[in-house]
């Protein structure tokens, strides 16, 4: 975010206090603050608690060998149980588990006890195609109620999933795939998206065709489209999951065994495994969604329209609200098909009093206008959330106005895939809101503001987010690179956690989260590298260079920029910018599909080599260019901006 927005943001004056209906009963008040800084550790043993154990823990936190952290080390669970069959067990097997609502508009409601059924069975077909605890699976698929049991049969067998995003390319998830060693992959024929099939089985095909060790590819079909078919290697879910036995004995693992692996865009070109374990992750999300959310599980419908492809599906539609004993709403499309009032249309039919989405969303909305959610009855909502970059207060407030009928608190969560879980949010029935700031470290969480040279920084100045405290949903390591786990988020601020995210202090304390320092892109709530869109780029045999940048953008808060230099003879032929693009998009995803590609003689690079994304940037945003002296040739820029009448 640039200087003259984070002026604006602080700027900002309005309050809204807590509606008093919800504050008087609200699942977490203001005494669990105190109560956390009494005594943080027996506050986090304290909502270990709201798990079941196989084998309590006795241990809180090993925190002997940082920054390798382990919580409630001593203690055994099964995560499958603890967000299905206790719910059974507790009499609650027909409560709704999952609305499901797919994008043509077929619908079907799961109850606990259904969920139980599906998982087991599922369980049972995964040990039957041979995988073993700790056996990596790799989970490509659409929003379908078999993601989930997917991702639950893994779990309950002790198997770490690998959910690679829907939309990401065979390239991608071949590397992916490779990362992690996966043994199976799990998708789908495809899925519903924009009013039409979109194939998965493809890529998969093309990815496990690279892969070294992949026995099996299980096809769930959704959208029955033809598929390529591999005997002997693939097998239809229905064939193999349907005819299981309906039970299965949930086996209780410690609880620092892998949960899943999750992969992030890093600086440098390799996606970094993000290692979540049993016992510490559980905890967190399950008491974060209770808090930050004010779950009563009885009676509110919740519903996150996130992609179980990232971290808040893991978190926010499987782990946090089914051990919570949620009702929730798992929607399969895009919010404007077949018209762009589709997700109100989707709170009025399910009365949805909880809702979490993503600012990028929000900004989409209301282009859209306020008519679209105005024709619906949206009463039932009590809590809205946000989450994946900052959140302007023009869509804060429009949000809670035209979606929460300016009754609902409007909670700004900030965390991280590394985080596993909400560390920073305002709580619904406890805090006064600030539209645009994320407020306040949740109980039990430790953050703070530091400056270069590590120092807190005093209230009213803005520096580096850092976590002081290690927290029980933490990131354990990099699959298979610890010291890339150190030097990545342990190195910059000695014994602290740094996030890669500016933030600001305002005059009360209050943190205001101001995008990344570092070279990864934040496209529309989506973490892009750099590094990862230049190689991309690069591998096309036309592209000699290049440098990427995130340049501000209204819609998607960054918009990725492309400079090129073109190989010798390459001509810059009309079609070629688009060819990039598409080149880009085929290796990466779409949505790393750079907005513009600028093909340009040279590069701004320091003596060392560096590119100065900096000054590629000033261009891109239509800036005075900044200070150029460690330039090994200041008419470089000269020639960028020459060339680019529009840019300049
Ligand atoms: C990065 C993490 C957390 C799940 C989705 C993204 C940005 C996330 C906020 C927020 C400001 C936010 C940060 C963070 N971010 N939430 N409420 N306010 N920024 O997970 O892909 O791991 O990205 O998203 O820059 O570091 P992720």
Redesign the pocket.
């Known amino acids: 975010m640039s200087n003259e927005s984070l002026a604006n943001l602080l700027k900002e004056e309005r309050r809204f206090e807590p509606p008093a209906e919800l504050a008087a009963h609200a699942n977490v008040t203001a005494e669990a603050y105190e109560q956390a800084r009494a005594d943080r550790l027996g506050f986090w043993a304290e909502q270990a608690r709201r798990l079941s154990w196989a084998t309590e823990p006795t241990e809180t936190l090993d925190w002997s060998n940082p920054p390798f952290a382990k919580w409630f080390e001593d203690g055994a669970l099964n995560v499958a149980y603890n967000c299905v069959d206790r719910h059974v067990e507790a009499g609650l097997g027909d409560r709704v588990a999952i609305h499901f609502e797919g994008e043509p508009g077929d619908s079907r409601s799961i109850t606990y006890a259904e969920l139980q059924r599906d998982v087991a069975k599922a369980a049972n077909a995964l040990v039957e195609l041979g995988v073993q605890t700790g056996d990596r699976v790799a989970v490509y698929m659409p929003m379908i109620p078999e993601t989930v049991v997917a991702m639950l049969a893994c779990a309950r067998i002790g198997a770490p999933h690998s959910v690679v995003f829907g939309g990401f390319s065979a390239d991608a998830l071949a590397t992916r795939i490779a990362d992690a060693d996966a043994r199976v992959v799990i998708t789908a024929d495809g899925g519903y998206r924009r009013g039409k099939p979109s194939a998965l089985k493809p890529a998969v095909d093309e990815a496990v065709e690279r892969s070294e060790h992949v026995r099996n590819v299980l096809v769930v079909r959704r959208t029955g489209q033809e598929v390529a078919w591999t005997e002997g290697r693939d097998v239809w879910w229905h064939d193999v999951v349907d005819r299981q036995e309906e039970t299965h004995t949930p086996e209780a693992f410690p609880a620092e065994h892998p949960l899943f692996i999750l992969y992030?865009s890093g600086t440098t070109g390799k996606p970094k495994g993000i290692l979540h374990t049993t016992g510490g992750y559980l905890t967190q999300v399950s008491y974060t969604h209770h808090a930050v959310f004010d779950l009563k599980p009885e009676s509110d419908v919740y519903w996150c329209t996130?992609d179980v492809g990232?971290?808040?599906g893991h978190s926010y539609i499987v782990y946090g609200p089914l051990s919570n004993g949620a009702t929730q709403v798992l929607y399969e499309g895009t919010p404007d098909t077949p018209h762009q009032g589709r997700w109100w249309e989707i709170v009025q039919k399910y009365r949805v009093s909880i809702f979490y989405t993503?600012p990028t969303a929000i900004r989409a909305c209301m282009k859209w206008g306020d008519a679209v959610p105005a024709k619906f009855d949206l009463s039932s909502l009590r809590v809205l959330g946000?989450?994946?970059?900052?959140?302007n207060p023009e869509a804060w407030i429009w949000y809670r106005e035209h979606i929460g009928g300016g009754r609902t608190p409007v909670v700004?969560?900030?965390?991280?895939?590394?985080?596993g879980g909400i560390m920073?949010?305002p709580l619904p029935g406890v805090t006064s809101t600030k539209p645009g700031s994320?407020q306040v470290p949740l109980p039990g969480i430790a953050a703070t503001v530091v400056d270069d040279e590590a120092r807190e920084v005093p209230d009213g100045s803005g520096g580096y987010l850092v976590l002081t405290e290690p927290w029980p949903s933490m990131l354990r390591t990099i699959w298979g690179d610890d010291q890339r786990y150190r030097d990545t988020y342990w190195s910059r601020f000695e014994g602290r956690y740094f996030?890669?995210?500016g933030a600001k202090k305002d005059d009360d304390g209050d943190i205001w989260?101001l995008?990344?320092v570092d070279d990864v892109m934040?496209v529309s709530?989506?973490?892009i590298s750099t590094t990862e869109v230049e190689s991309a780029l690069v591998s096309h045999p036309k592209v000699a260079e290049a440098a990427v940048v995130g340049a501000t953008d209204p819609q998607t808060t960054q918009a990725i920029v492309a400079f090129v230099i073109l190989r010798g003879g390459a001509e810059e032929a009309d079609g070629l910018v688009e060819e990039l693009r598409a080149h880009v998009a085929k290796a990466l995803g779409p949505i790393a599909k750079p907005k513009r590609i600028l093909p340009v003689a040279e590069l701004p690079k320091t003596r060392s080599g560096k590119i100065m994304r900096r000054l590629l940037r000033d261009v891109a945003e239509n800036r005075q260019m900044g200070d150029v002296t460690t330039l090994t040739d200041t008419t470089v820029m000269d020639l960028i901006q020459a060339k680019l009448p529009s840019a300049a």
């Open positions: 992030t996130a990232w971290v808040t993503a946000s989450v994946g970059e900052p959140i700004d969560t900030w965390w991280q895939t590394e985080t920073i949010s994320a996030a890669g995210d989260l995008g990344r934040l709530g989506h973490n």
